[in-house]
């Protein structure tokens, strides 16, 4: 069955910097684009970004461009948020979710990974 | 990147029926037949129940439904139960190539 499972979270202080995983399994991970989805304490669902199959196409939130970048191993299944300059108000649960073969909505999504970001 | 418009809240009793609205804007809801809906119950993976306006993926119940008028879309919850008690959030493809959430709505059933 598909399963995605992040990691990496953890507490890190503004301006520094964590790279979040995301291991994927159970189906084939090449021929999906992936998402990043957060929730900051209290608030609702963001997307922040997505990364289509091939690697090559990525696209952000206006939050996170410039600081945030979204990479993917094929050869391992797995997908990596990697977070720069980080703010308070980037803590917040981390999720990523498979994207459908349409490219418009996610059915499959991990458990997601707590970052925190204080000094 | 605006979120899409949701209702902070809405309740029912157990067997009546409920609507959420989802309001944005021709950028987005309006532009595309691409709004789904997610469920979420805190600590746990968001639940996809409707995409593409109004299609149930396999395994939701059918008593939930979605549609959209212009920039709205809804999601109906009929004869609600106890376990509907959740967040709902909307989500949209954008014009410019970006994704966007509704700003969730949380239910209590009564």
């Known amino acids: 069955q598909v399963q995605l499972v992040e990691s990496g979270g953890g507490v890190v202080q503004p301006g520094r910097s964590l790279r979040l995983s995301c291991a994927a399994s159970?189906?084939?991970?090449?021929?999906?684009?992936m998402h990043w989805v957060r929730q900051a304490p209290g608030e609702g669902l963001q997307w922040v970004g997505v990364?289509?199959?091939?690697?090559?196409?990525?696209f952000y939130a206006d939050s996170v461009k410039g600081r945030f970048t979204i990479s993917r191993d094929n050869s391992k299944n797995i997908l990596y948020l990697q977070l720069n300059s980080l703010r308070v108000e980037d803590t917040a649960v981390y999720y990523c979710?498979?994207?459908?073969?349409?490219?418009?909505?996610?059915?499959?999504w991990g458990l997601g990974t707590l970052v925190t970001v204080s000094s | 990147q605006s979120a899409l418009t949701q209702p902070a809240s809405v309740s029912g009793s157990p067997g009546q029926s409920i609507t959420i609205s989802c309001t944005g804007t021709?950028?987005?809801?309006?532009?595309?037949?691409?709004v789904s809906w997610y469920q979420h119950h805190p600590g746990k993976a968001p639940k996809l129940i409707i995409y593409?306006?109004?299609n149930r993926p396999s395994g939701v119940s059918n008593r939930f439904s979605g549609s959209k008028s212009g920039n709205t879309a809804s999601l109906t919850i009929s004869g609600l139960q106890a376990e509907d008690e959740a967040d709902y959030y909307c989500?949209?493809?954008?014009?410019?190539?970006?994704?966007?959430f509704g700003t969730g709505t949380k239910v209590t059933v009564l």
């Open positions: 990364v289509r199959s091939d690697g090559n196409n990525k």
């Open positions: 021709s950028g987005d809801v309006g532009g595309h037949n691409y």
């Open positions: 159970g189906f084939s991970f090449s021929t999906h684009g």
């Open positions: 989500y949209s493809y954008t014009d410019s190539i970006s994704y966007v």
């Open positions: 979710a498979r994207e459908d073969f349409s490219g418009y909505y996610s059915e499959y």
């Open positions: 593409d306006v109004d």
